[in-house]
Structures are given as structure tokens and as C-alpha cells.
């Protein structure tokens, strides 16, 4: 069972660069989440989406861009990366809002 | 504001118990969550309570009292591998999760 897949795990971006981060689950989850996760932070809801065509801000949704075009993927994209943006980031899915959500492995994403 | 209060830190010896301590504010209340993290490694999922009382499962429970806005995480028979963060995070009304910053919880031999 591959779960939730997150790519790539570490990328070094410069400032002003974009990138997309991908995440893909195989367990037919509607619900499917950004987090970035600071130093001594809790996790930071980025992006949420309830289905496919559906998505919605999180809590710090700026500089960053998501799409759903599948129930399966659910990219986060970053168009003038800043070093803000310095963190690690997690996606997760889960079937419905209060039931258990699995995490990706996660990104560790510097800007420089 | 919404708030999830958890200790920053704390130490037990192997085979002991511990607990650890979550406080919350939101707006409004859909349940508690706690979730697990090795460092380095994505969290898993260890409890949802959404009533008071205890729930238990194997060596880990989970407590929840709604009317103090608290909750805490019992570990039993400490192993070295228990050695991680524990999030708290508190769903509120509109079923958006509130993470705590975790507890990292370091095991002595």
C-alpha cells in the first residue's frame, strides 16, 4: 500500500524560483491537505480540498497555489519562492474531516 | 483566538508511565486528535475523542474533558522507541484543525 506519496523529499530553491510540490494517495480519500511545519510550530494548514474541483485556504495560504483535478493528486505549487517559505512541508489525506489523516513523508524545502 | 497548549518537552525512564497534558481554546469543538511524530518522519495517528472519558488502546490512551477544555495522552510501559513528538491539535467548528507546537518526549534506560 503506497498511502500517500510525496515528492521530491528535499529541494533547494532560490529566491524568486517556483516550484510544485506533488502528492498523490491511493486510498480514495476525499479530503486532502497542505501543511508546512516550522522549528518549535505547530503544523500550519496551507491548502485544504473536500473533493476533486474543490479546494480551499487554509490558515497562511499566501504564495502558495493548489489544484484538484483528480480525487488522487493534489499539487501545491510556489510561484516567487521566498525565504519565508524555508520549512517542511506535509500533505495528508483522509476519508472524511474527523476521521484519521495519513501523512506524506513530507518535503524539506530551503530557499536561498 | 484559538490556541493549543501543550509542554514543550519531557523526560521518563523506560518501562514507567507518562502523561502528557493538552489544553485548548477553538471555536466551537469537533474533537481532539493525537498524532505521533519521529523526528524526521511524517505523524501518524494515535487517537480522535470527541466525548469525555477515556479511550484506550494498548499501551497508549487518550482523555478528554470537554467542559475543561483538556485533554491528555497516558503511555504505559515506556519503550525506547516512544521517544517522539505528540501532537494535540483540536478541531473546531468549521472541522479545521488547530495543532499544538507537540511535546517531544525523550526515554531514559
Known amino acids: 500500500n503506497a498511502g500517500v506519496t510525496q515528492t521530491p523529499k528535499f529541494r533547494i530553491l532560490k529566491i524568486g524560483q517556483s516550484m510544485t510540490l506533488q502528492c498523490a494517495q491511493d486510498?480514495?480519500?476525499?479530503?486532502m491537505y497542505w501543511y508546512r511545519q516550522d522549528p518549535g510550530m505547530g503544523l500550519k494548514l496551507i491548502y485544504y480540498?473536500?473533493?476533486?474541483?474543490?479546494?480551499d485556504k487554509g490558515e497562511v495560504p499566501n504564495g502558495y497555489n493548489v489544484s484538484r483535478s483528480t480525487t488522487e493528486d493534489f499539487p501545491l505549487r510556489l510561484e516567487l519562492a521566498a525565504p519565508s517559505q524555508t520549512s517542511v512541508y506535509f500533505c495528508?489525506?483522509?476519508?472524511?474531516?474527523?476521521?484519521?489523516?495519513?501523512f506524506g513523508q513530507g518535503t524539506r524545502l530551503t530557499v536561498v | 483566538g484559538q490556541n493549543i497548549d501543550q509542554p514543550t518537552e519531557m523526560t521518563a525512564t523506560e518501562g514507567a508511565i507518562v502523561q502528557i497534558n493538552c489544553t485548548y481554546q477553538?471555536?466551537?469543538?469537533?474533537?481532539l486528535f493525537w498524532y505521533q511524530q519521529h523526528a524526521g518522519e511524517a505523524p501518524t495517528f494515535l487517537s480522535y475523542?470527541?466525548l469525555d472519558g477515556l479511550e484506550e488502546k494498548g499501551r497508549f490512551s487518550s482523555f478528554l474533558s470537554r467542559s475543561k477544555g483538556y485533554s491528555y495522552l497516558l503511555l504505559k510501559e515506556l519503550q525506547m522507541k516512544d521517544s517522539a513528538s505528540y501532537l494535540c491539535?483540536?478541531?473546531?467548528?468549521?472541522?479545521?484543525?488547530?495543532w499544538g507546537a507537540g511535546t517531544k518526549l525523550i526515554i531514559k534506560p
Open positions: 495528508a489525506s483522509s476519508f472524511d474531516e474527523n476521521t484519521e489523516a495519513f
Open positions: 486510498m480514495n480519500h476525499n479530503y
Open positions: 480540498s473536500v473533493g476533486a474541483g474543490i479546494t
Open positions: 477553538t471555536s466551537g469543538f469537533n474533537g
Open positions: 475523542n470527541v
Open positions: 491539535a483540536g478541531m473546531d467548528s468549521n472541522y479545521q484543525l488547530i
